[in-house]
């Protein structure tokens, strides 16, 4: 069993700067890819940015230029730093395990942190 928790979320005017932490234990970290998630009132849980266990790393379009995942495998680890915040990135943002990858559909997703907030106002 892998244990996600997040944290560093918070209130943020528009074109701010936050860094989410997710600190990981009971799993072997270094060997599972990680993704942030986000979900917005009313509407379904979207991938924002995955990191391979190699560093490899994608992004939603909406995101691409302002947030960067990146992972500690020493401090067992994954940070979402996001910057130029917008409205429409307010949401719960969550920390995911994933088998690979590749697997990264929500219904894929091996195990979830329970989420921290970010809200941008405007």
């Known amino acids: 069993q892998v244990q996600l928790v997040e944290s560093g979320g918070g209130l943020v005017q528009t074109g ?42 994608n992004y939603a379009d909406s995101v691409k230029g302002r947030f960067t995942i990146s992972r500690d495998n020493v401090r067992i680890t994954v940070y ?3 910057n130029s915040l917008k409205p429409e990135d307010t949401a719960v943002y969550y920390c995911a395990a994933l088998k690979s990858y ?18 941008v106002s405007s």
């Open 16 to 57: 701010g700067s936050l860094r989410l932490s997710c600190a990981a234990s009971g799993g072997t970290f270094s060997s599972y890819a990680m993704g942030w998630y986000r979900q917005a009132p009313g509407k379904q849980r979207e991938l924002v940015a995955r990191i391979s266990s190699r560093g490899s790393t």
């Open 80 to 82: 979402l730093q996001m």
């Open 102 to 119: 590749f697997s990264y559909e929500v219904p894929e997703v091996d195990y979830w942190g329970k989420g921290t907030l970010v809200t």
